[in-house]
């Protein structure tokens, strides 16, 4: 689950769950990753020991930028043949392209339009927040397939934030109905219903606190071993492991 919400102070928070099991195992995994280059950050990221990739990191300063990816199922016949033809041809590792942005690209804008621009080995979803700015890019491997902005109308959000989960919503993808995990779907409310939904009740007064109860309420918090609250103009990277498994 991915927000990227407009604060009660007017800056922009971004809330992030990484859902990954095992659990058990998984969440001894999870470290801070500083990146380093002559003695300056370059940027910091939410890691898995033994994985080169990032999953979760933030570039900070003035004009830096906080990415996360979640995992977006491809929405056409085929689109599993294309991933497997990618991998096989060598293309880069969407992770590893994600790495080089952050160290390449100093700004918000150079980094949304480099991974706008990038070519993807696989479908996914890139959830990008900045200083008073946010965007989610819906990639295709040759693309951007659908894009959702901070600050504007978007398919059923307010203005003041922006979501995603795993599944196409604006698209209609059937799939996210059918999805367990967190104890919803199946004619109960999935990850993304319940967080707009607490998201709703509290528009115009959302904190850094009341966007971490909405990342671990029931429904939404799943088998998660990784949170993190970034505020990129405030220099906030708040990054925790949830004390308990609530399936």
Known sequence: TGIIAQGEDGTVYHARNLDFSPVP???NLVYNGI???????????????????????????????????NTRYTD??????????NLESGRTLNGWTLRKILETEATYDNAVGAISKAL????EYAIVSGVRKGTILSKNPE???????LGQRNFNEPKEYIIITNFDFFFHDIR???DPTAG???GKPTRRETAQKLLNESAGSLTQDKLFEVINAKNVLADTVFQAIINIERGIWNTSIP?????
């Open 25 to 27: 195992v998984m969440k």
């Open 35 to 69: 990146f380093m280059k002559s003695g300056k950050e370059l940027f910091r990221s939410q890691m898995i020991a033994g994985y080169t990739m990032i999953i979760t990191a933030a570039k900070l300063g003035s004009d830096g930028y906080a990415i996360e990816r």
């Open 76 to 85: 056409h016949w085929g689109g599993n043949k294309e991933m497997i033809n």
């Open 120 to 123: 993807y080995a696989s479908t």
């Open 143 to 149: 693309g951007v397939a659908y894009t959702q902005t």
């Open 176 to 178: 996210e109905w059918f």
């Open 184 to 186: 919803g779907g199946f």
């Open 243 to 247: 004390d308990a498994y609530h399936p």
